[in-house]
């Protein structure tokens, strides 16, 4: 039996998966954790994160940024769905920028609070973004490592702002501001809708995380959001899976490629579950063009080497 197991094993890491017993510890015990070249405060359900548990947790977003830099650099950058730091822990292990960190849940915001005071040039901010609507009545929900609001419990009163009214207090935090990330669990569509006048104004890259089933549960008609892009102008679009690898490009005239990929994650228990969306300005085309082929070659020379918990 053990003969099997091992040649099981050994053919699963020939393909690029590997298998770990499940661990029994406490999902909310505080432990310390390394990400990119940071150690940080983190809860031990994070560990079974499929972000955390991929090598290639994030790498894309920290070479966008990079690629970003090199056109414009002053870039500052955006983080709607901060949680404990782990983006700007990754993106400070490649290039050292101002950002802008938002996170509305308490517990996260003091892991958040705690992390960042070994990096420089950070803020934070504890608040829940969405779009224009009074307070709403919801249920915020923990699951490992990852929090959604649930709108569908009247639970409790949950403060929300859009990043146009933050932006129009502090015009001069955001001043270079050319990448806004945001992975809020199913509140993303809202977020870039309660955005629409700052993305007008400074067209940044748009890196967002995009979920039909997330997106669904608190009523939003997904498809809309590219419309709404490109209106603005937004021509140019990469689709990541969730682990962070690049699936194709399109340009955002290309209804029917949406529309496939929007259908294939409507079953959220499918091997692809959600998408990484990074949206770009006609006006940085070339910016697009560079990640493409950075990300193309990644692809070509690069296994998906995926690490599951069973």
Known sequence: MSTLKSLAKKLLNWVGLHITPIDKTDPNKIIKRKVGNFSLLMNYGHIYNSKFLNRNYDKNLSRLAQTIQSKYPDLSIIDIGANIGDTVAMIKSVIDVPIICIEGDKTYYYMLAKNIEQFEG????????????????AKTIQTHGSLKIDTTVKQSNIQIETLDELVNKNPHWFLTSKLLKIDTDGFDVKVLMGSMEFIANQNPVLFFEYSEQHLKNVGDDTLHIFEMLEGLNYNHLIFYDHTG?????SKIQDKHIIAHLHNYIANYNVTLPFLDIAAFHESDKDIFEEIKTIETQINRSSANDLIYNV
């Open 245 to 249: 690898r690049l699936i194709l490009s």
């Open 122 to 137: 950070v803020k934070i901010i504890n608040k829940f973004l969405g779009e224009k609507t009074p307070d709403i009545q």
